[in-house]
């Protein structure tokens, strides 16, 4: 047993090998490697690596100590599985990757519906073999694994798959619906629909209600089957803020999900965002470094620290931010968007319309991006190109859902003061996310000396400082 003063701290479960020659069988692959890092993340006294940032590197031929220091670990666990018949064969190993010693391994040969079983056991052993400090709660948590159809379980790894793209969260809810008609007490599966539901409220995929109904509908449902679930405490935290306007009431949910699981970058990024929604941007940006440090190779939380240097107004540091994500992902469309706005805040106008374009081939056409590229023409004078582009939403909006909120700023932008309140109203009507989102835009702070666009706020219970 490797004794606690030997300081492994840190730990990452590199993606396991499917050694069955099927490639139908990588998703059980996956699948052990997802579960031994949802079972470790339980451990509040040892850091674990998100999945985001394991995952890239399946397949890919770098040394121990490489990747130990890319992510920050101290150990590692490698491992394969191989199914025959309808048995399943796991191996797992943990890896000191200071001198790349074994401190445990071990072969698991069970019946192929003890798989999840296997995997507690794996977590369990890692956690004694190193004899971190494991409290009765988390013993418990690891080894009390609720029984789940083989069949849901297939489909909510394969809806895991799915980028949070338009197409990418059609394709995954799909996978999540059919995961929970097959185990209708499948609490993971329940609490991605909801975060699935949110994220369409969120991107304007849905009319707000329907889509917060049902987001709400299905986080409610997995806390009910699993009161531990971070996703859907993360969920709910989101609703509370942009959709029931509860400000304060919402902060007790991302608190709830970062003490559930310490180690859920999700939830340190959610919080930290939200923190620097409600304009405490110091302590919003300590957290999502701490989302960073779980797992460092994800993009969207370099993103998100972008996005909250935008709103504090530190628009250097976010155009570093953005730039970042960029020499790794050329594609990546908010961090086009993100500097789009900054150069603009900085006078910086043509290079703000060359980014806010990227963005706009990047995300298909996202109606948001176009709502900022809009606001840019028209404030550098091209009115006549914001009023096509206004018009394209208009157009649009009789085939699919475009937010009042997003047309509403576009109109602010022209200085039609009339019909951005006209659409305003018509925001706060459906209560779409832009409402909230007035308080940390400089851009758009003037409206709150216009008495009508005061009132509309007052009426609504909603009294935060301007950012």
Same mark, same amino acid.
């Given at each position: ?21 099927? @490639? ?41 100590? =490489? ?25 797992? !190993? ?19 519906? /003890? ?5 507690? =056991?794996? &977590? ?15 013993? %418990? ?7 789940? #159809? ?21 394709? $995954? ?43 709400? %509908? ?5 806390? +009910? ?24 009431? &919402? ?12 180690? *859920? ?37 370099? #993103? ?7 709103? *504090? $107004?530190?628009? %250097? ?12 992902? *050329? ?18 106008? %043509? ?36 009023? #096509? ?8 909006? !009789?085939?699919?859902?475009?937010? @009042? ?12 003061? /009339? ?5 305003? !109203?018509? &925001? ?32 609504? +219970? ?6």
């Amino acid at each position: 047993m490797v004794e606690v003063d030997e300081t492994i701290d840190s730990i990452a479960v590199l993606p396991f090998e499917n050694l069955s020659g099927d @490639p139908e069988q990588e998703y059980l692959a996956d699948g052990i490697t997802e579960s031994l890092i949802y079972d470790l993340s339980k451990i509040k006294s040892v850091k674990v690596i998100s999945r985001t940032s394991v995952m890239l590197y399946k397949d890919m031929n770098k040394s121990l100590k =490489e990747i130990a220091n890319e992510l920050g670990v101290t150990a590692v666990v490698e491992g394969s599985m191989r199914c025959f018949g309808n048995k399943v064969e796991i191996s797992a !190993k943990l890896i000191d990757t200071r001198d790349e010693k074994n401190i445990w391994g071990k072969q698991y040969v069970r019946a192929m519906e /003890d798989i999840l079983k296997i995997q507690n =056991e794996i &977590a369990y052993s890692i956690a004694t073999e190193v004899s971190w400090e494991i409290t009765l709660l988390e013993k %418990e948590s690891i080894l009390k694994r609720q029984e789940i #159809n083989p069949m849901a379980y297939e489909n909510y790894l394969e809806g895991l798959q799915y980028p949070a793209t338009q197409g990418g969260l059609k394709k $995954g809810l799909e996978y999540m619906l059919t995961a929970v008609e097959h185990d209708p007490d499948f609490a993971q599966a329940y609490a991605m629909i909801a975060y699935n539901y949110y994220l369409q409220f969120n991107y304007h995929l849905l009319p707000p209600q329907k889509a917060i109904e049902k987001a709400r %509908e299905n986080a409610n449902k997995a806390l +009910g089957l699993d009161s531990t679930l971070t996703e859907a405490y993360i969920v709910l935290g989101w609703i509370m803020y942009e959709y029931d306007w509860k400000i304060v009431e &919402a902060e007790t949910f991302f608190k709830k999900a970062v003490r559930n699981n310490p180690n *859920s970058a999700d939830a340190h990024g959610g919080y930290g965002f939200y923190l620097g929604s409600v304009g405490r941007f110091d302590v919003g940006i300590l957290s999502v470094k701490k989302a960073q440090e779980l797992d460092p190779l994800n993009l969207s939380f370099i #993103n998100t620290e972008g996005w909250l240097y935008d709103f *504090s $107004g530190q628009y %250097e540091l976010g155009i570093n931010r953005f730039q970042k994500i960029l020499s790794s992902d *050329s594609t990546w469309y908010t961090a086009y968007w993100g500097l789009g706005r900054a150069y603009y805040q900085k006078s910086m106008y %043509e290079k703000s319309v060359h980014e806010l374009k990227e963005a706009l081939k990047f995300s298909g056409r996202q109606p948001k991006v176009i709502q900022d590229l809009a606001f840019v023409y028209s404030k550098i004078g091209d009115r006549d190109l914001a009023l #096509n582009l206004l018009d394209e939403l208009k157009r649009r909006k !009789k085939k699919e859902y475009i937010s @009042p909120g997003t047309i509403a700023k576009i109109y602010m932008g022209l200085g039609e003061m /009339d019909q951005a309140y006209l659409w305003m !109203k018509k &925001a706060f009507d459906e209560r779409v996310v832009e409402v909230m989102e007035f308080y940390k835009d400089k851009r758009y702070h003037s409206i709150f000396s216009d008495q009508r666009f005061v009132e509309l706020y007052e009426n609504a +219970g909603l009294d935060l400082p301007l950012y």
